[in-house]
């Protein structure tokens, strides 16, 4: 395997010098790249002799072969270790003013990050805030652990072992490829139904969660085509340039009917997450309604929406998997009778549910779900950022396939 390790500015990079030895000792081949502040802490004769690969931290070395972005698209795995707040805040922001930076944009591999750093700078709402950036887009963190820090002092901060680091990562590869060959279909986002030219009726969705299933199964080797009802431009960009996503779009529930019933009979699995309008407003009107001339009030005649997943299911070849969501006001036992009675309505394989109000379950990068079974059993519950609870329904999903 073709890994490339980071390192920063940080006293645990010692430490790294062990975890490159211990890459190469696997058998893999490992690239360095550090950062000018971690070559104060362990020297670039050093990362050369043990890697037995130039090593550089400028984007302008070597320029012949594309160095800034080569590494990274080469890379099967990333490991920054250690991770410093500052490299960390960078790789939040994006920015890619060295050779480590371009190359961490660059590539589509796994990205795992070691932080080590004070306890008070791990803790600090700037560092919190990055990492929920870095967790929601996929990187993988490990450790800091707790213990004596440099300055005598003791907490969480320190860089987590090397050889639990190595573990971690390759582990994290092999997992990365379980859904390999694997032909996904994911929906997303929520259904606007045309009222007149400038209204519609829509619902809450961000499509943030349809979006992490893709995404996840993409990066695990899986060959996904999303269909976005409205999803943010932000929302959905991580999917338009990732190499195994397609994406399309499907404004209003029949537009997604049609997009999906299409894109089903080349699917393996089903992922309907979008939010689907369950009415659709019967006549639309060719001009903007004024409510000049009215009494004060408005009717609005809705008809039904297809139940597209139902469809789906009902017609589904014998080795397809369709899962469906569901967004329900209700918590406790009532909430798994009722995801248990919709999964059977639906004639679904697997049924996600969360909890949703007022104040709970939209525009938000946490989630709360709990994955449902045939049977009706409960095949997992988890809670984190979107991204975390996709690849826990996905770890959870792989078993039932077939
Ligand atoms: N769904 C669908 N077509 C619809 C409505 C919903 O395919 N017309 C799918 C959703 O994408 C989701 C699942 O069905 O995967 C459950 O959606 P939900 O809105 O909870 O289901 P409803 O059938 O609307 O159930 P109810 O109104 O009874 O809550």
């Known amino acids: 395997m073709f890994v490339v390790v980071a390192v920063t500015g ?59 972005v080569s590494l990274g698209q080469r890379a099967d795995l990333v490991i920054v270790a250690p991770a410093t707040a500052n490299t960390l805040a960078k790789m939040a922001a994006g920015i890619a003013d060295d050779l480590l930076g ?35 887009r996929g990187v993988y963190v490990v450790g800091p652990a707790e213990g004596p820090l440099t300055g005598g002092d003791s907490g969480a901060g320190r860089m987590s072992e090397p050889d639990d680091i190595a573990d971690y990562a390759l582990g994290l590869v092999a997992a990365s490829a379980d859904l390999a060959g694997r032909r996904v279909l994911v929906t997303a986002g929520g259904t606007r139904e045309p009222i007149d030219p400038v209204r519609y009726l829509g619902n809450r969705s961000s499509g943030r969660q349809g979006v992490a299933l893709a995404l996840a199964a993409a990066d695990r080797g899986a060959e996904v085509r999303l269909i976005a009802a409205h999803v943010e431009a932000d ?19 029949l537009d997604l009917q049609r997009a999906t019933t299409d894109a089903a009979a080349t699917a393996d699995v089903i992922v309907m997450a979008a939010a689907v309008a369950d009415y659709r407003v019967a006549e639309v009107s060719e001009g903007k309604l004024s409510r000049h001339g009215t009494d004060g009030t408005r009717t609005l005649d809705l008809v039904a929406n ?13 080795d397809q998997r369709i899962v469906a969501f569901a967004a329900e006001t209700a918590s406790g036992d009532d909430l ?7 999964r059977e309505r639906k004639g679904v394989d697997a049924l996600a549910v969360n909890e949703v109000g007022w104040d709970r379950g939209f525009e938000s990068a946490a989630n709360e779900v709990i994955l449902i079974g045939t049977d009706g059993a409960v095949l997992t519950r988890v809670a984190g950022t979107k991204r975390e609870v996709a690849d826990a329904l996905w770890s959870a999903l792989l078993p039932t396939l077939p």
Do not use: C, Q
């Open 10 to 68: 940080g006293i645990a990079a010692y430490k790294t010098v062990h975890l490159v030895r211990r890459l190469i000792g696997d058998g893999h081949e490992v690239h360095v790249v550090p950062t000018e502040a971690a070559l104060r802490f362990v020297g670039l004769p050093t990362w050369e002799a043990i890697s037995r690969h130039p090593v550089t931290t400028s984007v302008h070395d070597d320029v012949a072969t594309v160095r800034h």
């Open 336 to 342: 798994l009778e009722r995801a248990r009675m919709k």
């Open 235 to 253: 929302v959905l960009a991580p999917a338009r340039t990732h190499p195994r996503i397609v994406v399309s779009h499907a404004g209003t529930a």
């Open 306 to 318: 297809p139940d597209i997943i139902a469809g789906l299911a009902a017609g589904r070849p014998a």
């Open 102 to 136: 371009t190359t961490l944009l660059a590539t589509r591999a796994p990205v795992v990050v070691a932080p080590a750093m004070h306890t008070e700078m791990w803790s600090h709402p700037a560092t919190v805030a990055n990492m929920a950036t870095l967790r929601e």
